[in-house]
């Protein structure tokens, strides 16, 4: 820019010192550079649930959900009718520690389909005949232990199905099977990072499930206390 005798003059924003330049572009390449790695993960910046753990009775095929280590809900489910293990390939459920690492579908009707992990706009209703897609929510699930850690690339969810008449029995291809409206109550309580332990042994023989039967002694679906002396004289046979 010139001024009225010809000379050049400098732009105001070109005034800043080249030392403060340089150290502004640096704080800007850093500051991109935080947001592709955490477009890169999807996991550096979230603030994990530590208050809530879920706790997966294979033999129950109930699942407990615990809140600052005490028990609040139970749930019917239903694990693979292939058994338990982490083989690639085997559709069976995975044993262990694992945690939820995503959370799909928030603020979808209940019922909604999901392909890929996403939603297709088609909606069902429990129990719609010929019909077990993914359905409502899905929580994908991360392994913690090494024999599972191939539990995310397995893709192994928490999600809901149609097939509700199912529940209760093993059922799936290595998922982890919920009610359509359950999976979303459930969705609602847990955050990202919420732990997720599956076990073979029944629930009543945990002190967390045992004090959920004492609490809810009407809760229908739990298993009874009067099944706990059954299966802990079998486990000790």
């Known amino acids: 820019m010139l ?13 800043i010192p080249v030392t403060r330049r340089a150290q502004f572009l640096g704080l800007l390449l850093v500051a991109s550079a935080l947001a592709l790695n955490a477009c890169g993960t999807g996991k550096e910046f ?3 649930d530590t208050r809530n753990k879920l ?5 129950d095929q109930r699942m407990l959900l ?22 690639t390939d085997s559709y069976r459920t995975p044993l262990g520690r694992l945690e939820i690492a995503q959370k799909i579908g928030d603020g979808q009707p209940v019922g909604m389909v999901f392909k890929g992990r996403r939603p297709t ?6 129990n719609a005949p010929g019909r077990d897609p993914v359905v409502s929510r899905v929580l994908w699930l991360d392994g913690k232990d ?59 023989q945990t002190r967390e499930g045992q004090d959920y039967a004492r609490q809810r002694p009407r809760d229908r679906s739990y298993p009874s206390t009067s099944s706990a002396h059954q299966i802990v004289a079998g486990a000790l046979d």
């Open 66 to 87: 615990l809140r600052d280590g005490k028990p609040v809900k139970s749930y019917v489910v239903s694990t693979s009718k292939f058994g338990v293990g982490s083989q």
């Open 3 to 15: 001024d009225e005798r010809g000379a050049r003059v400098s732009h105001p924003g070109s005034m």
């Open 121 to 126: 706009g088609e909606i069902l209703r429990a």
């Open 55 to 59: 706790l997966v009775s294979v033999s």
């Open 146 to 204: 090494r024999h599972n850690s191939n539990t995310f690339q397995r893709l192994i969810y928490i999600h809901g199905t149609p097939e509700e008449w199912r529940l209760g029995r093993p059922a799936s291809y290595g998922c982890i099977r919920m009610g359509m409206q359950d999976v979303i109550d459930l969705f609602n309580r847990v955050g990202e990072g919420a732990e997720v332990t599956v076990i073979q042994k029944s629930l009543l």
């Open 46 to 48: 979230i603030r994990k």
